[in-house]
């Protein structure tokens, strides 16, 4: 079993729908959740984080955590052209001193349909 | 404010060459770390790394593989006697500082390696 898995996709959605992009992970405790987008040849940029159950919104977007089910979602409303690309989920696990040293999923291609 | 420079952008190499990629980490970080991204794969960890200090290099290959952050300039990872499975995306990040749990990494714009 993957540590992080995402649903690789791709995903398919209209301009202007709501884009549900979904992130299960094995580490009951882990601790922080990231969600990075990606455009093709280019470096991950971070769009969100979240550390506690519930939701956390931040424009458009809205990042999930159900720590029970280890389960985080990211959803995009109002989907636009421009956020077709890759969306990585992160992880950092319980435990040690590198903070920094996270297991991402393998990313979801989205595209987003004029 | 700069962010996290990487050179190259793109590394040809030989079978059996060496590789030495490069990472400025942004400016106020002092924590660096390589991930590695294999076609149709997630991002990988493979070392972090603090200013004169290897900290955590359980993502690294036993072989082969070696990094270093020196207490002036960039950071170097090196890949000694390169095969054709090391052709892959090798991204730098930086953190600013290690013990929050609201740790955000800043990621470079990569080194394409491709092994010929």
New interface residues.
Partial sequence: QKEVEQNSGPLSVPEGAIASLNCTYSDRGSQSFFWYRQYSGKSPELIMFIYSNGDKEDGRFTAQLNKASQYVSLLIRDSQPSDSATYLCAVRNAGGTSYGKLTFGQGTILTVHP | NAGVMQNPRHLVRRRGQEARLRCSPMKGHS?V?W?RQLP??????MV?LQKENI??ES?MPKERFSAEFPKEGPSILRIQQVVRGDSAAY?C?S?PR?????????????TQLSVL
């Fill in positions: 924590h770390y991930y149709e794969e997630g991002l990988k960890f972090y900290i955590d993502g991204f990040a953190s290690s013990g929050a749990d609201n740790e955000k990494l800043f990621f470079g714009s990569g």
